[in-house]
């Protein structure tokens, strides 16, 4: 998950849920058996352009020259030209001393004006970084976008070492993936079937539906998730779901715990100031407390 095990280096931080779908998100949510709009009449050549090679480039790791872009997009360098200069300049590109393109921070810095998830980050940071501090580990915040999942927020582990995953970084929504099961287990039917799809679909392994589900339902009933990480050695993910107002979860929590020697807080007990903090931001998301068991 692009982990990073370092020495800590100062930096600014960007700074019990229930087994319950309740709580608007800034997440791209998918919608079960939605209508198919009335196609459009109108075009905007230079716009979709634009997108077109903006898309491109935010599905590979390293830049590519504006040949390459010509190529796989089946246009022209000729035609190319003006857009990437103007995209440049705008900077939502920035061009290598190779003269290869690669996306700027530009996008991400405007999905974080978005009203929605502005204040969601307004919220949750200040929980996180004491989250971080009682646990003495790093601790980042996940939603679902686009068939994919983004770090909107991360804060490091106060220690001098810690394990974290980057501000920024996305993934493929996979079965794999702490993330990804929790902002599953915790969506009303329709959504979650959908995202069900979406694992099924992305899984490196041929996981089934049927047994997805089985997962996900065992995630709900505990309202959290806790196992050894399936993508890095020693660490074991911590992950609970965070809403607001609406129904489903808006986004994943995740604690991956590191053992260290010097380190005295337990398990356990970061287990327990996970699920205090996910509660503390859900609540002041508007979300409404979870009926006490009758």
């Not at 246009?75 to 920035?94: D, I, K």
């Amino acid at each position: 998950m692009s982990p990073v095990v370092s020495p800590k280096r100062p930096r600014a931080a960007f700074s019990e849920p229930r087994p319950r779908a309740a709580f608007s998100e800034p997440r791209s949510r998918p919608v079960a058996a939605a209508a198919a709009p009335a196609a459009s009449t109108y075009t905007a050549p230079a716009l979709e352009k634009g997108l077109d090679i903006l898309e491109l480039l935010a599905g590979v790791d390293g830049g590519l020259s504006q040949a390459t872009i010509a190529q796989r997009l089946d246009r022209s360098t000729a035609e190319l030209f003006r857009m990437l200069s103007v995209l440049e300049r705008r900077g939502y590109l920035t061009r290598g001393t190779d003269a290869t393109y690669r996306l700027s921070l530009r996008l991400f810095e405007l999905a974080h004006q978005h009203p929605p998830l502005k204040r969601l980050l307004t919220v949750a940071l200040p929980a996180m970084q004491e989250l971080a501090q009682q646990s003495r580990q790093s601790a980042h915040l996940v939603i679902h976008f686009s068939r994919r999942i983004l770090v909107v927020a991360q804060v490091e582990s106060p220690e001098p070492m810690g394990f974290g995953v980057r501000l920024g970084a996305n993934f493929p929504f996979r079965p794999d993936r702490a993330s990804s099961r929790v902002l599953t287990a915790f969506q009303p039917r329709d959504v979650q079937e959908a995202l069900i799809a979406e694992l099924v679909a992305e899984s490196p392994r041929g996981v089934s539906a049927a047994r997805v589900r089985s997962e996900l339902a065992a995630i709900a009933r505990l309202g959290v998730y806790m196992a050894p990480s399936d993508t890095t050695t020693g660490v074991t993910d911590l992950c609970a779901p965070v809403f607001d107002h609406s129904e489903g979860a808006v986004a994943a929590l995740t604690v991956p715990f590191l053992k260290q020697r010097d380190v005295k807080i337990a398990l356990p007990a970061v287990r327990q100031a996970l699920l205090a903090t996910v509660a503390r931001i859900s609540s002041g998301l508007g979300a409404q407390p979870a009926p006490a068991p009758a």
